[in-house]
């Protein structure tokens, strides 16, 4: 009998308990398995790294004026240019992820917000390059002149009119742009944004 007792408490062989003996702070790095606590904080705070914010609101901005353009010239040959709301939230969102390496929540929203601003932008434009080309040959009127008149023919009600029905065309089209279509990106995981 005495024989199992040096078994157990012979030198030779290591204890299979070690890291019961040891505290907290002495453990060895090796023993955080996979789906240890320790390992899953830091696969989320790796994951949870955001992608760089000013990159991204000037790739947004950058993706953002072919809409911005479209708009202008589709304005200029007497249609209505709210079709190009779309291009303009796609535009804004592509930019935003080339530019910043990738997009997250926080990017889609700043993508959003950046296509909002340029129908209003691209109407304003729009409208100084209507002043520019009606008056330039007959008044002399330069660029920054038309556009500093925008202010004097948003007073009157039948510009107004067709700029407000413009916008609104472009805002519904803007959130119809983006609305996420594709069967995969319903799928994803809460908080993952889905690649275009």
């Excluded at 009127?141 to 004097?152: G, H, K, N, Q, Y």
Aim: charged share 15%; proline share 8%.
């Amino acid at each position: 009998m005495n024989e199992p007792e040096t078994l157990l408490s012979s030198p030779s062989e290591p204890s299979l308990d070690t890291s019961a003996q040891l505290s907290p702070d002495e453990q060895p790095a090796s023993t955080a398995t996979p789906f240890s606590p320790e390992m899953i904080l830091e696969q989320l705070s790796a994951e949870k790294s955001s992608f760089p914010v000013l990159p991204g609101l000037i790739g947004a901005l950058l993706g953002s004026i072919p809409g911005v353009l479209a708009w202008v010239i589709l304005g200029q040959v007497g249609f209505i240019a709210g079709i190009c709301g779309w291009l303009m939230i796609r535009g804004a969102i592509f930019g935003y992820t080339k530019l910043a390496g990738g997009i997250d929540r926080r990017g889609e929203i700043l993508s959003t917000i950046v296509a909002l601003m340029m129908p209003v932008a691209s109407e304003y434009l729009g409208l100084a390059v209507s002043i520019y080309r009606n008056f330039h040959d007959s008044y002399g009127i330069t660029v920054s002149d038309a556009i500093s008149s925008v202010p004097l023919y948003l007073a009157e009600p039948d510009v107004l009119k067709g700029i407000i029905l413009s916008l609104i065309i472009g805002y519904v089209l803007i959130a119809i742009g983006n609305i996420r279509i594709n069967p995969k990106q319903k799928k994803a995981e809460p908080g993952q944004i889905p690649r275009l």
